[in-house]
């Protein structure tokens, strides 16, 4: 495609996924010219020394003139980012986000953003463990979905402006969907948070064992519990954000959960082989539809595709 999808796009929180977005933009073309802050000197720093973009010690500075704002900040930041934010956006811009939660995120954009920009908040269903400038990566959004939940029965700007954010998206390599933020927030409680709750917690039992030393778990951890490892590296900010703006869902996802493992745990228990069969059986089946989607490539898997770099 010629020509850029928005002359000029900010971005606001300049971690991995701010950054990997300022790299995917310049790399693509989406966006002529990339605008970016971030509330951490330390940060911004990083962002200048990697030519990121036109980092500035100013929100406003970086907004004023921007057709799309992307916010990139823990779920928590949301509602103040937007309140500081709103008065320096100018009329008929986009405003988005990427928070991991999205009925919260766009109850705390809605009560600041002027009626004047269209408001239309998102989630890429990418990313990494690692967090900050130096850990994104352009290629990050290749392959993977980005959920928009944009505010239902809207005029034919507002839609207009939903079928650009969609366009610059899929600029980037995203497959984009538009859903309801109350269901993205139920489906999102299953295939993502819930698991991440899964992995911080067995190793925190892991931890805490008193049976098994820690140096033995480091030493022999196969490869099921590294790989919980991996996601319980995972920032612990934006994680506890994500629990408490998804609470509901999430309780009501962890109360079925907690169900069918003590089912597991009854099983094993009276020595009922053909239920732990039936259940593995059924599970397998799951992840040979998720490959046949094409939902496991080295270009979606989260992580697999990222350099392996320190933060
Ligand atoms: N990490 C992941 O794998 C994914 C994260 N997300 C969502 O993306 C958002 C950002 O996550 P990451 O990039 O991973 O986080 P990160 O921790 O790498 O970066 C967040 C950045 O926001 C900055 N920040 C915090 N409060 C701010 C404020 N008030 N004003 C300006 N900057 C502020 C921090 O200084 C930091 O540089 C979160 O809402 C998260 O839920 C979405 C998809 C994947
Ligand atoms: O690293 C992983 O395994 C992930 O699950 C990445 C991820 C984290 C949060 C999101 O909202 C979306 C994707």
Redesign the pocket.
Known sequence: MTGATFEEIAI???????SSLARAAKETGAASKVSL????EA?RDTASSLGLGDVSDSLAETCRSADCVLL????G?IE??MRDIAPHLKPGAIMTD???VKESALNAMQAHCPAHVHLIPG??I???EK??PK?GFASLFRGAWHILTPIPQQDEAYNGAVDRLAAFWERLGARVEIMDAARHDRVLAITSHLPHLIAYNIVSTAYDMESVGEGEVVKYSAGGFRDFTRIAA??P??WRD?FLNNKDAVLETLGRFSEDLAALQRAIRWGDGDMLMREFERARGIRKAIIEAGQDTDETNFGRNAPDKKD
């Open positions: 606001v929180g300049i971690g991995l996924i701010g802050y971030d509330r951490s940060v990139c900040v823990p779920v930041a103040e980012t990427v928070g991991s989630h890429p990418a990313g990494t967090s900050g850990a995972s920032d900010t934006m994500v």
